[in-house]
Nanobody
Framework: QVQLVESGGGLVQTGGSLRLSCAAS????????PGWFRQAPGKERELVAA???????TYADSVKGRFTISRDNAKNAIYLQMNSLKPEDTAVYYC????????????WGQGTQVTVSS
């Protein structure tokens, strides 16, 4: 099993940037395929970005070119760099992990709030 803890959320103006971090513990994070989800009020949780191997990482169309997912296996962590933020990016962001690309998402963090003001 792996435990996930997100950090880095906050309040930012439109056009600003934030970098979310997700620290993993309990198991070697490099064994898992991680990703980031978000859930806005009144909306379903959606996949924002996922580490894929082999092949390029995947992104929701709404964040392509603005968000970048990355991982640091030495630190047991993944990151989500968010640039050119828009009010519609406002949501709770969750880190998640699965055993392999395409398998069900098994592990979730508690979420971190991102609010983008107009």
């Amino acid at each position: 099993q792996v435990q996930l803890v997100e950090s880095g959320g906050g309040l930012v103006q439109t056009g600003g940037s934030l970098r979310l971090s997700c620290a993993a513990s309990g198991d070697t994070f490099s064994r898992y395929a991680p990703g980031w989800f978000r859930q806005a009020p009144g909306k379903e949780r959606e996949l924002v970005a996922a580490v894929s191997w082999p092949g390029p990482n995947t992104y929701a169309d709404s964040v392509k070119g603005r968000f970048t997912i990355s991982r640091d296996n030495a630190k047991n962590a993944i990151y989500l760099q968010m640039n050119s933020l828009k009010p519609e990016d406002t949501a709770v962001y969750y880190c998640a992990a699965r055993v392999r690309y395409g398998s069900p998402w098994l592990y979730w963090g508690q979420g971190t709030q991102v609010t983008v003001s107009s």
